[in-house]
């Protein structure tokens, strides 16, 4: 018999325009385990609700096509995702990190 826990599936969900999304960022961005990792350079102490809005307003990220996203493991959010075009010699690459506080990031992708 095999004692050994599945894997959670994983999904992406866009990230709303919600104080509920904004408040669980904060919780993150306050975890010193994440800001070691992440959001120390843009938040020199840790963030209010406030700076949360202002730096990841949904509507203002996606003007700039940067999509904001939640990866959930069972349909629990446990990190953050964004993905965005960049633009290199004419040709339109796509790249996204993740920032769970792992440090880890998603491969790029760029191509005619």
């Not at 963030?47 to 996203?69: A, G, I, M, T």
């Not at 629990?76 to 506080?101: H, K, L």
Request: charged share 20%; with cysteine.
């Amino acid at each position: 018999m095999n004692n050994r826990k599945a894997p959670p599936s994983l999904t992406f969900r866009g990230m709303a325009d919600a104080r509920e999304d904004y408040a669980r960022l904060k919780t993150w961005l306050c975890n010193p385990a994440v800001r070691k990792w992440y959001g120390a350079d843009d938040f020199p102490v840790p963030p209010s609700l406030e700076d949360v809005v202002k730096k990841y307003r949904v509507p203002s990220l996606l003007e700039e096509e940067v999509h904001p996203c939640f990866i959930l493991a069972d349909g629990t959010p446990v990190g953050y995702i964004q993905f965005y075009p960049i633009r290199s010699g004419g040709s339109i690459c796509s790249s996204g990190r993740i920032d769970s506080g792992t440090g880890a990031s998603a491969p790029s992708h760029c191509g005619p």
